[in-house]
């Protein structure tokens, strides 16, 4: 069992920062890829970046490639996003999540553990 509680979420202009993280309890960390999704209002949830066990293959989704960066710190049991460059349209709940990585890091199904998410709201 895995319990991930995300933090870092908030109120940013247009162009600015950001760094989420995602704690997760346990001593299983390091057996995990981690990803992080997100939904805004009236979308459904999709896919924003994944990390496998290592830390040594990432991926994205278009829309985030080259601001926005996955990383992890197997020591610290946590799992961070730092996004840049924020645009109004990233504004929605974002969700981190552990599972087996089995398969394509950025399937909702390949994950078995979600946070309760945090949310980020980019203004104009």
């Known amino acids: 069992q895995v319990q991930l509680v995300e933090s870092g979420g908030g109120l940013v202009q247009a162009g600015g920062s950001l760094r989420l993280s995602c704690a997760a309890s346990?001593?299983?960390?390091?057996?995990?890829?981690m990803g992080w999704f997100r939904q805004a209002p009236g979308k459904e949830r999709e896919f924003v970046a994944a990390?496998?066990?290592?830390?040594?293959?990432?991926d994205y989704a278009d829309s985030v490639k080259g601001r926005f960066t996955i990383s992890r710190d197997n020591a610290k049991n946590t799992v961070y996003l730092q996004m840049n460059s924020l645009k109004p349209e990233d504004t929605a709940v974002y969700y981190c999540?552990?599972?087996?990585?089995?398969?394509?890091?950025?399937?909702?199904?390949?994950?078995?553990?979600w946070g309760q998410g945090t949310q980020v709201t980019v203004s104009s």
């Open positions: 346990g001593r299983t960390f390091s057996s995990y890829a």
């Open positions: 999540a552990a599972g087996y990585g089995a398969g394509s890091l950025s399937a909702e199904y390949e994950y078995d553990y």
């Open positions: 990390i496998n066990w290592s830390g040594g293959s990432t």
